[in-house]
């Protein structure tokens, strides 16, 4: 019985896998043509940042900060809930593990601050500083 589901089980992910490739090259011209969209829109930001600061460099640098502010939201909001997860529910009966979960509630929430003050403080330095 157990050889039974095991050849069967290989046949369904062998079967998935084929569906799979065979939906991805049907979908390839539509996500070749997403993914030249996004690049070109990528590029035109790049290019507006470059003109803002005046310089390739800082303009690669503003973009980076501005990207990093952005994404650091949701990926710090997924790290909070962990953490409070973890002292709440975890460590209500143990004080070392709902100490553990504060410390990844501190940490998220320093992470976050700093990434939302980082591309501010950039812009001050470059343009307050630099002319």
Do not use: H
């Amino acid at each position: 019985m157990k050889k039974v589901l095991l050849i069967l089980g290989i046949l369904i992910v062998i079967f998935g896998t084929v569906v799979t490739y065979a939906t991805d090259i049907a979908n390839e011209n539509n996500t070749i043509g997403e993914l030249t969209e996004i690049k070109q829109n990528a590029e035109q930001e790049l290019e507006e940042y470059t003109e803002k600061y005046g310089s390739e460099t800082y303009g690669l640098t503003a973009y980076i900060l501005s990207k990093v502010q952005l994404y650091s939201i949701p990926f710090c909001f997924l790290g909070i809930a962990f953490g409070a997860i973890y002292q709440y529910v975890i460590g209500i009966r143990r004080l070392d593990i709902r100490d553990r979960g504060f410390m990844v509630v501190i940490a998220f929430i320093t992470i976050l601050i700093i990434c939302q003050v980082l591309p501010l403080i950039f812009a001050l330095i470059v343009k307050g500083w630099r002319g």
